[in-house]
């Protein structure tokens, strides 16, 4: 894992680039990313004593373990720093005739050299990179699904990027204040879209999009999409044809993993995705060490499965128990990492288990994460298909009764289905409409408005979020089938908003770990894509080929466990027995009042409620709470009393 | 001509005490309903559920909240948004239930 930088100043505003001035500002950038790897390196490109005029862009980035993560071609003055994992370096290696002990880095140097941007559509992994080329033009680039992070800000005085928002903030780039319409947005749909970020004026590069900064403008340039059209789905394809191309494409990627990646561990849930992937993988390596995390309270545990899956596939299991107290204590350390706030608390404990994992020796872990979203295991799909059914027959009495079996521990069978119909029933009327999948769950997040201040709410009143997101979807959205489309919106806004950049990236980065994610390998997520409906989601069972495929690799009670959902503790964790300090003082009614993204009246007598709760809290008021109490960190911890910058480590110039 | 009267005093007497009654109840529920949920702009007519003003688990506890403060049981076939789903119809439906 490395973290790369850089940025390129506007004469006149700014000074131009000598190694004086920049080293400062580059060397504070990495230090504040300096959980992500060592020694740091820098290159001022193109170099001043070779350049006609100055240098134009100054680059740096750390080492990724003991592969430098910047190259500079000394012949064309090319730069590229790197952060990722190219999983099959041997084909690339091979195609751009370059030696067994190439970079990454020089890799990508020389293949953007050849092909340009074309390069990336042969590159298999995650990534987020930086290339300075001949033409001086600077190129930030990201891979299709997002499991790398990349950040940029653009004003009068230049143009900075790196892997991290801290970092701008460090290099004196930007000055720290939140976007509240970022805020906005992630009460709705978890996370800020169109490439926003909590914080102004930065923003994050889409997945799957270039950004090309040439004489001092932005162009955006989009090189990879899923095509989850209609025409693209193999309708005709058998259930063993299925399971014999993903077996072949499954094994493939984890073997390539099992190659490439150094120091390899895996995360086990108990859950079937990350089940799959460590049978398979502990299959191919003939020792695999995996490593879990458990809870206190049971309704959030899952070590039971773990410990049989572990026992079952022969793998070399590790568990973390991870208290409530330590959830509650771990929170403001996750919010840091993650510049995010976030609805439910499973970030903290991740944290943990991250560094825990990185404390035996582990760089580079495999995870299921992508399975749910690209072969429908979230209830999100069942619920489209049960509303699109619904849909052609809304007076029926008898379809709306599938949501009791649809959520059997919300405790909607005891809901009779006229109310079933009242919450269910929204936006039936037009099963056309672009948001038709997600509207239910975006009103139920969308809950938590009811505890903004009114100064925020007025704030933000003008800017819908809807209209945001919708803005960021390309033109071929409006025609893809309603299943496409809820797939679609699922991957623009929970997996690359929320859990890849929070869970799935920032809380390894905390660990110095590289992520391995064969379910988010492009030629997976692509074979998905075409898969007929019938073999993700047969009647209500979800992902349904992974089932089957599970047969051949995980015990029964794995294979056909329903989806049960990695959450922790969030109101026994702030304020339960043992409350963190930090809630007393940043939950205060002062504290909120300074903030002023919440209203603090109600939420004091809402925690108030909270204290006194006699039993669990519902789903919404745990996530009301945690919104609350990460919107308070991110504040505290980013605008109103950052921590002192860490000693800027001496720059390695090339 | 003085019973006719005494007839419409007592019927007018009788309208205010219902509409007093009936406006306890509303003020009883809407601040049960401030107090639990959060929420403190909702119109009368307004359904609880797609306003977002109530969630689905909150129907449940509205319905408790009913039962015990009116002294009475909401039978399954009474669970109908007619009954439940905004205030006016929950006023509605606990001065027929209390009737």
Same mark, same amino acid.
């Given at each position: 894992?490395?973290?790369?930088?850089?940025?390129?100043?506007?004469?006149?505003?700014?000074?131009?680039?000598?190694?004086?001035?920049?080293?400062?500002?580059?060397?504070?950038?990495?230090?504040?990313?300096?959980?992500?790897?060592?020694?740091?390196?820098?290159?001022?490109?193109?170099?001043?004593?070779?350049?006609?005029?100055?240098?134009?862009?100054?680059?740096?980035?750390?080492?990724?373990?003991?592969?430098?993560?910047?190259?500079?071609?000394?012949?064309?003055?090319?730069?590229?720093?790197?952060?990722?994992?190219?999983?099959?370096?041997?084909?690339?290696?091979?195609?751009?005739?370059?030696?067994?002990?190439?970079?990454?880095?020089?890799?990508?140097?020389?293949?953007?050299?050849?092909?340009?941007?074309?390069?990336?559509?042969?590159?298999?992994?995650?990534?987020?990179?930086?290339?300075?080329?001949?033409?001086?033009?600077?190129?930030?680039?990201?891979?299709?699904?997002?499991?790398?992070?990349?950040?940029?800000?653009?004003?009068?005085?230049?143009?900075?990027?790196?892997?991290?928002?801290?970092?701008?903030?460090?290099?004196?780039?930007?000055?720290?204040?939140?976007?509240?319409?970022?805020?906005?947005?992630?009460?709705?749909?978890?996370?800020?879209?169109?490439?926003?970020?909590?914080?102004?004026?930065?923003?994050?590069?889409?997945?799957?999009?270039?950004?090309?900064?040439?004489?001092?403008?932005?162009?955006?340039?989009?090189?990879?999409?899923?095509?989850?059209?209609?025409?693209?789905?193999?309708?005709?394809?058998? @259930?063993?044809?299925?399971?014999?191309?993903?077996?072949?494409?499954?094994?493939?990627?984890?073997?390539?993993?099992?190659?490439?990646?150094?120091?390899?561990?895996?995360?086990?849930?108990?859950?079937?995705?990350?089940?799959?992937?460590?049978?398979?993988?502990?299959?191919?390596?003939?020792?695999?060490?995996?490593?879990?995390?458990?809870? @206190?309270?049971?309704?959030?545990?899952?070590?039971?499965?773990?410990?049989?899956?572990?026992?079952?596939?022969?793998?070399?299991?590790?568990?973390?128990?991870?208290?409530?107290?330590?959830?509650?204590?771990?929170?403001?350390?996750?919010?840091?990492?993650?510049?995010?706030?976030?609805?439910?608390?499973?970030?903290?404990?991740?944290?943990?288990?991250?560094?825990?994992?990185?404390?035996?020796?582990?760089?580079?872990?495999?995870?299921?994460?992508?399975?749910?979203?690209?072969?429908?295991?979230?209830?999100?799909?069942?619920?489209?298909?049960?509303?699109?059914?619904?849909?052609?027959?809304?007076?029926?009495?008898?379809?709306?009764?599938?949501?009791?079996?649809?959520?059997?521990?919300?405790?909607?069978?005891?809901?009779?289905?006229?109310?079933?119909?009242?919450?269910?029933?929204?936006?039936?009327?037009?099963?056309?409409?672009?948001?038709?999948?997600?509207?239910?769950?975006?009103?139920?997040?969308?809950?938590?408005?009811?505890?903004?201040?009114?100064?925020?709410?007025?704030?933000?009143?003008?800017?819908?979020?809807?209209?945001?997101?919708?803005?960021?979807?390309?033109?071929?959205?409006?025609?893809?089938?309603?299943?496409?489309?809820?797939?679609?919106?699922?991957?623009?806004?929970?997996?690359?908003?929320?859990?890849?950049?929070?869970?799935?990236?920032?809380?390894?980065?905390?660990?110095?770990?590289?992520?391995?994610?064969?379910?988010?390998?492009?030629?997976?997520?692509?074979?998905?894509?075409?898969?007929?409906?019938?073999?993700?989601?047969?009647?209500?069972?979800?992902?349904?080929?992974?089932?089957?495929?599970?047969?051949?690799?995980?015990?029964?009670?794995?294979?056909?466990?329903?989806?049960?959902?990695?959450?922790?503790?969030?109101? @026994?964790?702030?304020?339960?027995?043992?409350?963190?300090?930090?809630?007393?003082?940043?939950?205060?009614?002062?504290?909120?009042?300074?903030?002023?993204?919440?209203?603090?009246?109600?939420?004091?007598?809402?925690?108030?409620?909270?204290?006194?709760?006699?039993?669990?809290?519902?789903?919404?008021?745990?996530?009301?709470?945690?919104?609350?109490?990460?919107?308070?960190?991110?504040?505290?911890?980013?605008?109103?009393?950052?921590?002192?910058?860490?000693?800027?480590?001496?720059?390695?110039?090339? | 001509?003085?019973?006719?009267?005494?007839?419409?005093?007592?019927?007018?007497?009788?309208?205010?005490?219902?509409?007093?009654?009936?406006?306890?109840?509303?003020?009883?529920?809407?601040?049960?309903?401030?107090?639990?949920?959060?929420?403190?702009?909702?119109?009368?007519?307004?359904?609880?559920?797609?306003?977002?003003?109530?969630?689905?688990?909150?129907?449940?506890?509205?319905?408790?909240?009913?039962?015990?403060?009116?002294?009475?049981?909401?039978?399954?076939?009474?669970?109908?948004?007619?009954?439940?789903?905004?205030?006016?119809?929950?006023?509605?439906?606990?001065?027929?239930?209390?009737?």
């Amino acid at each position: 894992m490395a973290s790369i930088a850089g940025f390129c100043p506007s004469p006149p505003l700014s000074p131009p680039l000598e190694k004086a001035s920049a080293e400062p500002r580059l060397a504070n950038m990495l230090a504040a990313m300096s959980h992500r790897g060592s020694t740091p390196m820098a290159a001022l490109l193109p170099p001043a004593d070779l350049a006609s005029g100055l240098p134009t862009v100054a680059l740096a980035a750390g080492y990724m373990g003991q592969i430098p993560a910047l190259y500079v071609d000394k012949a064309s003055h090319m730069g590229v720093a790197f952060s990722g994992h190219l999983h099959n370096m041997e084909a690339l290696l091979a195609h751009y005739g370059c030696p067994p002990q190439t970079s990454t880095a020089q890799l990508v140097q020389r293949a953007f050299a050849q092909e340009g941007l074309a390069c990336t559509q042969r590159f298999l992994g995650s990534f987020a990179f930086a290339v300075c080329d001949e033409k001086q033009r600077l190129w930030l680039v990201r891979d299709g699904v997002g499991a790398c992070p990349l950040f940029y800000a653009h004003g009068p005085e230049g143009f900075a990027f790196a892997s991290e928002i801290k970092a701008l903030f460090a290099g004196k780039h930007l000055q720290p204040k939140l976007n509240l319409h970022a805020i906005n947005q992630s009460l709705r749909f978890w996370g800020p879209v169109l490439g926003f970020s909590h914080f102004e004026g930065a923003f994050a590069l889409l997945p799957g999009m270039a950004l090309c900064l040439d004489k001092g403008k932005l162009h955006m340039h989009r090189c990879w999409d899923v095509n989850l059209s209609q025409e693209n789905i193999c309708t005709q394809l058998s @259930e063993e044809q299925a399971l014999q191309t993903l077996d072949a494409l499954f094994r493939d990627t984890v073997s390539k993993y099992l190659k490439t990646a150094p120091q390899l561990g895996a995360f086990l849930s108990g859950g079937l995705d990350s089940s799959l992937v460590c049978a398979v993988a502990h299959r191919q390596a003939g020792k695999l060490p995996t490593f879990s995390v458990a809870f @206190e309270q049971a309704r959030f545990d899952e070590s039971e499965y773990q410990q049989r899956v572990a026992k079952a596939i022969g793998t070399e299991h590790r568990t973390l128990l991870v208290t409530d107290e330590e959830i509650g204590a771990l929170l403001p350390q996750a919010v840091v990492h993650a510049e995010h706030m976030f609805l439910r608390s499973a970030p903290a404990p991740f944290l943990a288990l991250s560094r825990w994992v990185a404390q035996h020796g582990i760089q580079s872990v495999l995870s299921g994460e992508g399975a749910d979203e690209f072969f429908w295991g979230y209830d999100i799909y069942k619920e489209t298909v049960l509303r699109e059914f619904w849909a052609r027959f809304p007076s029926s009495s008898i379809r709306p009764k599938l949501f009791a079996r649809l959520y059997p521990y919300l405790s909607l069978s005891e809901l009779p289905v006229e109310m079933l119909q009242s919450f269910y029933g929204i936006g039936l009327d037009k099963p056309k409409a672009w948001d038709f999948s997600h509207q239910i769950r975006w009103n139920n997040s969308g809950r938590i408005a009811r505890f903004l201040s009114p100064a925020f709410t007025q704030a933000t009143a003008h800017v819908s979020p809807e209209d945001t997101l919708r803005q960021s979807l390309p033109p071929s959205f409006e025609t893809l089938p309603t299943m496409g489309k809820a797939q679609y919106l699922e991957m623009r806004s929970m997996l690359q908003n929320y859990l890849l950049p929070i869970q799935g990236e920032s809380m390894l980065a905390a660990g110095a770990l590289q992520g391995c994610f064969p379910f988010m390998d492009r030629r997976v997520v692509e074979f998905a894509a075409s898969l007929p409906r019938r073999l993700k989601l047969l009647g209500l069972t979800e992902k349904y080929l992974l089932r089957r495929y599970g047969q051949r690799w995980v015990p029964p009670e794995v294979y056909q466990r329903p989806k049960f959902p990695y959450r922790a503790p969030i109101v @026994e964790a702030l304020l339960g027995k043992a409350p963190p300090p930090w809630v007393q003082t940043l939950l205060s009614k002062e504290a909120m009042e300074t903030v002023g993204v919440f209203d603090a009246d109600k939420c004091s007598k809402f925690m108030a409620k909270l204290r006194t709760l006699q039993k669990p809290p519902s789903e919404a008021d745990a996530m009301a709470l945690n919104a609350l109490a990460t919107t308070q960190l991110l504040a505290w911890h980013f605008v109103l009393s950052p921590p002192p910058p860490p000693p800027p480590p001496p720059l390695l110039w090339l | 001509m003085g019973e006719p009267l005494s007839i419409l005093t007592v019927s007018f007497a009788f309208v205010l005490e219902k509409t007093s009654y009936m406006d306890s109840i509303r003020s009883t529920i809407r601040s049960f309903i401030s107090d639990t949920f959060f929420v403190d702009d909702f119109e009368d007519g307004a359904s609880f559920l797609k306003s977002g003003t109530i969630d689905s688990t909150g129907m449940m506890e509205l319905v408790n909240f009913v039962e015990q403060s009116f002294g009475f049981k909401v039978e399954d076939n009474e669970l109908v948004p007619e009954n439940l789903d905004s205030l006016d119809n929950l006023v509605q439906f606990i001065s027929r239930k209390k009737s």
